[in-house]
């Protein structure tokens, strides 16, 4: 059965930080492009920050860059979101994805609210 939980989600003030973790069970973990995407009230889910599956490229949104750096631990299979500097802005749900394009395999997690807010 194919899973993927993300947790570290919660309240938290302006400029802090926050560690967001997705463990993944039941699929090949390390063939799989791994994404953290977004949804804010009244908004579209939007891509945040993605990472390959060979190499560990990655790539992140404007809004985001030089803030947030995401990663992973194939041998833990869970791919984590440092977020710091964080805003008002930044709030929403968070969720994490995995990508295997070649077979068009994909699965997403439950999300993770994040609020930024004093």
């Known amino acids: 059965q194919v899973q993927l939980v993300e947790s570290g989600g919660g309240l938290v003030q302006p400029g802090g930080s926050l560690r967001l973790s997705c463990s993944a069970s039941?699929?090949?973990?390390?063939?799989?492009?791994m994404s953290w995407h977004r949804q804010a009230p009244g908004k579209e889910r939007e891509l945040v920050a993605i990472?390959?599956?060979?190499?560990?490229?990655?790539n992140y949104a404007d809004s985001v860059k030089g803030r947030f750096t995401i990663s992973r631990d194939n041998g833990k299979k869970t791919v984590y979101l440092q977020m710091n500097s964080l805003k008002p802005e930044d709030s929403a749900v968070y969720y994490c994805?995995?990508?295997?394009?070649?077979?068009?395999?994909?699965?997403w997690g439950q999300g993770t609210q994040v609020t930024v807010s004093s």
């Open positions: 994805k995995a990508d295997y394009t070649e077979l068009g395999y994909m699965y």
């Open positions: 039941g699929f090949f973990f390390s063939r799989y492009a």
């Open positions: 990472i390959t599956s060979v190499g560990g490229s990655t």
